[in-house]
């Protein structure tokens, strides 16, 4: 079992930057990949950015130049730096954590960004 905590969400204004984090209970080598995802009212669950055991990272195309995925790897922790925020990218934001062992998420923490 993997506990994945989240903090640094809130209501920031349209141009604002949030930096979300993410601890993970176990250590982030034994994941393949950690990463955040978002999920707007009445829409899928999606991918916003990850970063693989290999330090590789992936974004989406709506926050490429506007985001900053990075790890501290001595406290397991993923950080999601989020500047140039836009309206479009108020929802929850989900960590997840995926191994051998399995997937875990996090319990989401609120993005809001006002026009």
């Known amino acids: 079992q993997v506990q994945l905590v989240e903090s640094g969400g809130g209501l920031v204004q349209a141009g604002g930057s949030l930096r979300l984090s993410c601890v993970a209970s176990?250590?982030?080598?034994?994941?393949?990949?950690m990463g955040w995802y978002r999920q707007a009212p009445g829409k899928q669950r999606e991918l916003v950015a990850v970063?693989?055991?290999?330090?590789?990272?992936v974004y989406a195309d709506s926050v490429k130049g506007r985001s900053t995925i990075s790890r501290d790897s001595a406290r397991n922790t993923v950080f999601l730096q989020m500047n140039s925020l836009k309206p479009e990218d108020t929802a929850v934001y989900y960590c997840?954590?995926?191994?051998?062992?399995?997937?875990?998420w996090g319990q989401g923490t609120q993005v809001t960004v006002s026009s």
């Open positions: 997840r954590w995926a191994g051998t062992s399995g997937e875990y």
């Open positions: 970063i693989l055991r290999t330090g590789n990272t």
């Open positions: 176990r250590s982030y080598f034994s994941a393949n990949v």
